[in-house]
């Protein structure tokens, strides 16, 4: 992997961040889409059949892909990049085949649901990795292109297919045939040019056996935090299908849109930041010092989500049901903790990438641990008197958890 140099080539922090947050935006967008499909053309039932599936695929995804972009990213080691891209597609196969035990042991009926939206996340996570190399060498654009065309087509497939046969499944197929062809025609062969082009500039690369042994023990307690973190977003969903019933599992699912259309933002905000974080980590005296200033960072962020928040409450509240049905509209009490959760984004964001700027990757284990031991605390407590309100309460409570452990972290490196 190139040095921290090769990171401030030509292009400006904000073209990188532009085309990085609309990337983040239309990866995001085949899923979203087939999620307001699903909920057109299905029943609730349905719908929270497809968020279980999500709920089930989600953390072991995370788990299986390592975190691999951001530790291609932040790395200070220098390891060649298709040895990422083949350790990140052994583990996604790995991961599809996990997801289906886990479906046919636990719930045989979402078993060909897991099955086809597991084709559907290897594109996808393969996406992710083909992407790493285009935003470390400046090229966020052709990342754009490809997600671009895989929401459009993505969309255009589903639709069609939803429109005319009802069928989640077979809307499932379509998407997961559209991604893994697109990812393979705008995104693969840019990215190994790319890195090709880059690593002739470091011709002494470790053996892949040594290159793996690096990889996976920074990857695996990254991919395990992610995956930790992954629960946050699904554990609500497993206790309100549990305590409560499937179309309220799928309810909370198209709430948590809401805040995850914001955590597109400061995805893309934190990749474009991560230059800035070395530099910060190099000038800064201490660690005291830089979680001072990545605290700074975080919560100017937060001040200008404020404003964002009370303009898009009324939004949301006209949109939910317009877009997906009137069993969606939000309620205020639904949207106070959703406006917190909101404002607590950019402290979560900027802490968590610090501590990879730090390359203190296996501190995410704990981050994880204490965000999903506090989330199923309080969904335990929360969810049977006050239901999907409650579980929403809870997300908020697991992001104050990771905000303050994750700059408590930072500010104790040596």
């Known amino acids: 992997m190139p040095g921290a140099s090769d990171c401030r080539d030509d292009g400006s922090f904000t073209r990188q961040t532009t085309f990085l947050l609309l990337s983040n935006v239309l990866r995001n967008l085949g899923l979203l889409a087939l999620l307001i499909l699903v909920a057109r053309y299905t029943s609730p ?9 999500l709920a089930v695929t989600a953390p072991i995804f995370m788990l299986g892909e390592f975190g691999l972009r951001i530790v291609f990213l932040t790395f200070n080691e220098h390891h060649r990049y298709s040895w990422y891209a083949l350790i990140r597609l052994a583990a996604d196969l790995a991961a599809s085949a996990f997801s289906c035990a886990v479906a046919a042991m636990f719930d045989p009926t979402l078993l060909a649901t897991v099955l086809v939206l597991s084709a559907v996340k290897t594109a996808d996570s393969m996406s992710d990795i083909f992407a790493a190399p285009l935003q470390m060498y400046r090229r966020s654009d052709l990342i754009f292109v490809g997600y671009l065309a895989q929401a459009l087509l993505g969309s255009a497939v589903a639709w ?5 046969t009802h069928d989640l499944n077979l809307a499932l197929v379509g998407l997961a045939i559209v991604s893994t062809f697109v990812v393979s025609t705008l995104m693969l062969v840019p990215a190994l040019r790319l890195a090709h082009a880059h690593e002739a500039r470091h011709p002494a690369f470790p053996r892949f056996t040594d290159s793996l042994r690096s990889i996976v023990r920074v990857g695996l307690p990254t991919g395990t935090s992610w995956a930790l ?46 230059p800035r974080g070395k530099s910060m980590l190099l000038e800064s005296p201490d660690s005291k010092s830089f979680v001072r200033a990545v605290l700074r960072t975080a919560l100017r962020w937060t001040a200008r989500f404020i404003p964002l928040s009370l303009v898009g409450a009324p939004v949301m509240w006209f949109a939910l049901p317009a877009v997906f049905g009137h069993a969606y509209a939000l309620t205020m009490f639904e949207a106070v903790p959703i406006f917190l959760c909101v404002l607590a984004l950019p402290p979560v964001y900027f802490g968590a990438t610090a501590m ?38 809870a997300i908020f409570a697991a992001f104050i958890a990771r905000a303050v452990v994750s700059m408590i972290v930072v500010a104790n490196h040596r």
């Open 45 to 53: 039932t349905v719908v929270g059949r497809y968020s279980l599936s």
């Open 160 to 164: 069609c297919i939803l429109a005319t």
């Open 229 to 274: 973190l992954s629960l946050v977003s699904t554990l609500p969903q497993y206790v309100l299908s549990f305590l409560s019933d499937t179309p309220s599992a799928g309810r909370f699912a198209i709430l948590l849109y809401v805040v995850a259309s914001v955590e597109l933002l400061m995805n893309a905000l934190v990749q474009s930041w991560i």
């Open 356 to 393: 990879s700027v730090q390359n203190r990757y296996g501190h995410g284990l704990t981050l994880g641990a204490v965000a999903v031991a506090m989330c199923l605390g309080a969904c335990l407590l929360l969810v049977p008197l006050y239901g999907v309100t409650g579980a929403l309460w």
